[in-house]
């Protein structure tokens, strides 16, 4: 899988594409990741790239010639091969694992990255397939969550992960068996390694018991109660089980409540 990242900073990539699993999955050839200097494709002398928002008002906008250069050349090389073409935006839609699980599937990818006040409107109108964003925050460029999605997609592409850190048992990942319209999993059940007992904190006997059925039925039981507990939201639709709607009617029976984390001005 080829990812096209436009950039004014291409270096600062540079550092995460030696470490671990990006660095494993390009020398193995899984994932290829250019990086395109927006200012190549600028067409002044001085590689200007931005300029005043109409208007009026502080910061500066990046202007459309280039970004739609950048995006034409790489259109260019794959003829009649549609991408995603994602803008990178604090205004788009949430970037979330099932968008992962469905990228991963693409061939190619291009991820443009914004700075200043952000990018021309008319980018996200007439140019990007996808305008997303990574989080309800403000960053002050596209660069970080442009790794973030590159390393959520490039660890599900085939043969990345080792299986000693397989990715089906993760949180928010859609059960293989599900209908495909399944936006989200549960969250992960809580791992524990030796030693057995630290500082007096102990792990739960269940899973010294070698008992595979039992370990298996605690941390399903888990996984239920944490998301249920922390992120109700991902059980709207969720395909339950009748054992694991058991599970949560006891855990009702509790009366203990799911906690609704407010907004803030709640
Ligand atoms: N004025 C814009 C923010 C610009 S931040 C606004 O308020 O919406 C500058 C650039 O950083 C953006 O163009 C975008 O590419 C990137 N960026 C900042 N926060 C982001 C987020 N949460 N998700 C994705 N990209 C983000």
Redo the contacts with the bound molecule.
Sequence with gaps: MTFDVITIFPDFFRSILEYGLLKRALAGGKANIRLHDLRDFADNHHRTVDDRPFGGGPGMVFKPEPIVKAVAKLQAESPGQRFPVVL?????SLFTQALAEEWVRQERLALI???????DERIAEHVATHE????D??????EL?AALIMESVIRLLPGVLGNEESAEQDSFTAPRAGPRDLRYGLLDFPHYTRPAEFQGWGVPEVLLSGNHEEIRRWRRQRALEKTWRRRPDLLAGFPLSDEDRRWLEALRGEKREPVVIPSSGE
Excluded at 113 to 119: D, K, L, M
Excluded at 132 to 135: A, D, L, Q, V, Y
Excluded at 137 to 142: I, K, M, P, Q, R
Aim: charged share 10%; with cysteine.
């Design positions: 990178l935006s604090p205004q788009g990255c914004g700075r200043y006040e952000g990018v997303i964003s990574i989080g925050f403000v960053l002050s460029g596209g969550p």
